[in-house]
């Protein structure tokens, strides 16, 4: 079992950013600061969505 997030802009997936380390206390840095690069990246509009992929 994975946590992954999907980058959404403008409604359509552009990546998808996959945590190396799946502890819920290391994952909250890394989509903060991966949050402040996309938006650099990609402008305001960027919406994040967490699913979670069994494998």
């Excluded at 999907?6 to 819920?24: A, H, M, Y």
């Excluded at 600061?33 to 990246?41: G, P, V």
Aim: charged share 25%; glycine share 4%; aromatic share 12%.
């Amino acid at each position: 079992m994975k946590i992954v997030f999907d980058v959404f802009v403008d409604g359509k997936v552009k990546e998808t950013l996959q945590p190396s380390n799946q502890r819920l206390s290391d994952i909250y840095p890394f989509i903060k600061a991966e949050s402040n690069a996309l938006i650099q990246k990609y402008g305001r509009n960027v919406y994040l969505n967490r699913r979670v992929v069994y494998s």
